[in-house]
């Protein structure tokens, strides 16, 4: 779906352990090249080759990566996009989720009890070759080169401007971003959407709540007329107001 001139939010329908899922990364373009944030989870590589067809943006056009932060479902497919892609491609992520993001670290949230959890929750018709394939996939997440580091309130100069905001609490070093001609808030997984309303971040899913409830803070200095979950998408009724709402709420 385009979203403003220049950006896309892509709708990729995964299919976890029998349940679809709905991701939505970004793609900025403009007479430079591309950037897409975020690569889905692994295997989705074909997915989101679909989708810059559908927004009419060519696969070539693409130059950088931007990784919000190190969740298996933003890097999946980062490592098929390294080695497939023809041309190099530039991949910039924090300074903090660079060393998960290349492997130098476990992912923080795959811990061995996480694994166990994982595991144990698979369908009981889940067959034992894919139960072990799961659990390796888990053991050995996906992991790519960062070439450059974003700084809090940097301003890229993709499709007209794009600032890095710092929003620890999810992971230590994620990052939202505020495409500043379409006044978009790009969330990734600082905020969600559920049933069609902004909502917080989720406990269950941060490495630390305090400071995830603190950076939706920064969100009130941006005027935002849209905002793009990573899960849940597309949110435009009154945004500046509902953020006011969640700030207080938190």
């Known amino acids: ?63 950088t990566i931007v990784i919000s932060h190190q969740d298996i479902d933003h890097i999946g497919s980062l490592p098929t996009f390294l080695s497939e892609m023809p041309r190099k491609l530039t991949v910039l992520a924090s300074q903090l989720e660079k060393p998960y993001i290349e492997g130098e670290k476990m992912l923080i949230k795959i811990t ?51 600032q890095v905001i710092l929003t620890p609490g999810h992971t230590p070093g994620h990052l939202s971003f505020y495409h500043i001609p379409s006044k978009t808030l790009i969330a990734a997984d600082a905020l969600v959407v559920a049933d069609g309303q902004l909502m917080g971040p989720i406990p269950a899913y941060c490495y630390d709540y305090e400071l995830a409830k603190q950076s939706v803070k920064r969100f009130a200095n941006y005027d935002i007329e849209t905002v793009i979950c990573y899960h849940g998408g597309l949110f435009h009724d009154n945004p500046n107001a509902r953020i006011a709402e969640l700030i207080t709420e938190l």
């Open 1 to 63: 779906m385009q979203i403003a001139n220049g950006i896309h939010m892509l709708e990729l329908e995964v299919l976890i352990m029998g349940h679809t899922n709905v991701i939505y990364p970004i793609l900025l373009s403009d007479n430079d090249g591309a950037v897409l944030i975020d690569t889905g989870y692994p295997g989705n590589y074909p997915l989101i080759c679909k989708a810059f067809e559908h927004a009419s943006v060519p696969l070539e056009y693409l130059k």
């Open 112 to 162: 061995p009890e996480a694994i166990e959890r994982a595991v144990a929750s698979l369908p009981a018709d889940v067959s034992p070759e894919w139960r072990k394939a799961f659990r390796t996939n888990l053991e050995n997440p996906p992991k790519g080169q960062v070439h450059g580091i974003l700084e809090d309130d940097q301003v890229l100069t993709i499709a007209g401007g794009l």
